[in-house]
Nanobody
Framework: VQLQASGGGLVQAGGSLRLSCAAS????????MGWARQAPGKQRELVAD???????NYADSVKGRFAISRDNAKNTIYLQMNSLKPEDTAVYYC????????????????WGQGTQVTVSS
């Protein structure tokens, strides 16, 4: 099972970006999915997550500016980022709780490759 993230880039302060992340591979079940970010010299922090029932959770720093959504049929999540600030600059990572459809498999966290988001002032 792999998580493939896309949509990062360079944007001016006040601008918008949309990140996407798709889970793919052989048979599996996906539960909570989300986005975390890591800025240079800082610890990785959870930005937002969304359950399979579409309950959402956001870091205080992004509430009102970012919106997470998901398409369960495509095992894909999106992060719409509006009113971006220079402090949003970071590598954004997709994460998901996944259970492979093999006997005895347990739910485990999976991480995608990061995508760089740079916000210029």
């Amino acid at each position: 099972v792999q998580l493939q993230a896309s949509g990062g880039g360079l944007v001016q302060a006040g601008g918008s970006l949309r990140l996407s992340c798709a889970a793919s591979g052989s048979a599996f079940s996906v539960y909570t999915m989300g986005w975390a970010r890591q800025a240079p010299g800082k610890q990785r922090e959870l930005v937002a997550d969304i359950t399979s029932g579409n309950s959402t959770n956001y870091a205080d720093s992004v509430k009102g500016r970012f919106a997470i959504s998901r398409d369960n049929a495509k095992n894909t999540i999106y992060l719409q980022m509006n009113s971006l600030k220079p402090e949003d600059t970071a590598v954004y990572y997709c994460t998901a709780e996944i259970r492979p459809a093999t006997w005895g498999a347990e739910i485990a966290p999976y991480w995608g490759q990061g995508t760089q988001v740079t916000v210029s002032s």
